[in-house]
């Protein structure tokens, strides 16, 4: 039986698209088929943009059957996080008291994308204000997986619809996880990049010293090619480092890795170990900073920054939103000063570490997604969404600027998937992506897909 359309990588689709061996068109219809088929249940599009989307894909077809290919991912459908503002196009930010109707302007990142001429088709679900529960009137994304457990953090609207096959890839952001969590908790690969690599300019902010703009696929080499369609800066091919991944020094800190977290998340850490040593790399035990005062120092900038942001937009709806926004205005300008100092010591922590090894290899989060009526008691007894106390496995990267790619690493007893991250020197996404295909060549976690996408085919 032939490979559905819709599992196709986005890279091997952009190839047939490009030789005109598919039309751009065709393939917008099939994919909006799909989304009317499953994401009534799915929840993961906040707006399905068919009209622009078909009109970008026939202009795609125009353009090669004139020969002219605007890039790697020239044609391929994929959509955007509801924080990232596009223009005639509402941006809901997750929330009717945040939503612009018809915002001025494309936001940055989206600027990018339509000039390498992907297809747009529509906006995905997020928490209000990309922090805490889902509007009741939007209501939460559900995992593919399986429709009881959790779908991640605020880019869940984008892990779902990647995972289960309602676009190609996916654009999300990420102040302290929202990307790594998703992605870990849907089985794929996502990128918090170096801080500053992607324009934030037009996405509704969290914390602005914190946030960033991150792809979501299904594959690194469609990771980095979203990557690469996001950015300007000039970025080194996977060729650049041969077929030799020997010299690569990973480090690991055993009790990050070990303590505090799940059995299933150890082993699946102590797998992907293995794999790395199979590989040929060498791995070197290394102190990481406490993730306990990471969650800290990052609640301490995130919280006034984000009082900040909403202040005369009325009151949130989410529970976990108000009470982060009370508690950043708690926050004086001593304490906001101490934590800047707080956070340059860690980033220099981090830093020192990349003398060191190569790669860090840490958990995303302690836990397996949990079942959605956990995250829901967990918020109604402490206002807090359920990750909040856990952020500090990928919080600490946000506060240092690090880049930080989450990565399929194993699946529970129950089907769920697990996720790991790799985190690298400033600026070096180019070995993140080098080093996961390696891994995903040898694991092959990427090629499983959730039993929701089969309902359709």
Not at 86 to 94: D, E, F, L, P
Not at 355 to 369: H, M, S
Request: with cysteine; aromatic share 6%.
């Amino acid at each position: 039986m032939s490979e559905p359309l819709h599992d196709w990588t986005a890279l091997r689709l952009a190839k047939a698209l490009q030789c005109r061996q598919l039309r751009a068109t065709d393939v917008v219809e099939h994919m909006l088929d799909r989304i009317a088929a499953l994401d009534r249940d799915l929840r993961s599009y906040v707006n399905v943009s068919a009209s622009e989307a078909l009109a970008q894909a026939h202009r795609a077809d125009a353009e090669f059957a004139a020969g002219f290919v605007r890039g790697p991912l020239h044609g391929v459908p994929i959509a955007l996080k509801d924080s990232l503002a596009t223009k005639g196009i509402a941006t809901t930010n997750g929330a009717a008291r945040l939503t612009v109707d018809d915002p001025p302007r494309d936001a940055a990142a989206v600027v990018r994308l339509k000039r390498h001429g992907l297809v747009l088709l529509g906006k995905l679900n997020l928490p209000e204000g990309c922090f805490g529960l889902h509007d009741p009137a939007i209501g939460q994304p559900r995992n593919p997986w399986n429709r009881d457990y959790w779908p991640g953090a605020s880019s869940s609207g984008p892990g779902v619809a990647t995972a289960a096959r309602l676009c190609f890839a996916a654009v999300g952001t990420d102040s302290g996880g929202s990307v790594r969590h998703p992605s870990a908790a849907n089985n794929l690969f996502g990128l918090k990049p170096t801080i500053g690599a992607i324009n934030t300019a037009g996405a509704f902010p969290l914390a602005p010293s914190l946030d960033n703009i991150g792809p979501m696929a299904r594959s690194p080499a469609d990771l980095e090619a979203l990557f690469n369609a996001l950015t300007k800066a000039p970025r080194r091919s996977q060729d650049d480092f041969g077929d030799r991944i020997e010299p690569v020094r990973v480090g690991i800190d055993p009790d990050w890795n070990g303590r505090d977290v799940e059995p299933v998340i150890s082993r699946a850490l102590e797998e992907a170990v293995a794999v790395f040593v199979a590989l040929g790399m060498t791995v070197k035990t290394v102190q990481l900073p406490s993730w306990h005062e990471a969650t800290e120092v990052w609640l301490h900038l995130c919280a006034p920054e984000a009082a900040a942001v909403h202040a005369g937009r009325g009151a949130p709806v989410s529970p976990g939103l108000q009470k982060l926004i009370a508690f950043g205005g708690t926050i004086g300008a001593g304490m906001i000063e101490a934590s800047v100092v707080r956070r340059r010591r860690l980033c220099s922590a981090i830093d020192d570490l990349f003398a060191e090894v190569d790669l860090i290899l840490a958990p995303i989060q302690p836990f397996a997604p949990p079942r959605v009526d956990r995250v829901k008691a967990v918020d109604s007894e402490k206002g807090w969404p359920v990750s909040a106390s856990d952020i500090g496995f990928t919080a600490l990267f946000n506060l240092s600027g690090h880049p930080a790619m989450a990565m399929p690493a194993g699946f529970t007893a129950e089907g769920l998937p697990v996720g790991c991250q790799i985190i690298a020197a400033k600026r070096h996404e180019a070995l993140l992506f080098h080093v996961a295909r390696a891994f995903d060549t040898v694991t092959g976690f990427s090629g499983a897909r959730p039993p929701l996408a089969d309902t359709l085919v």
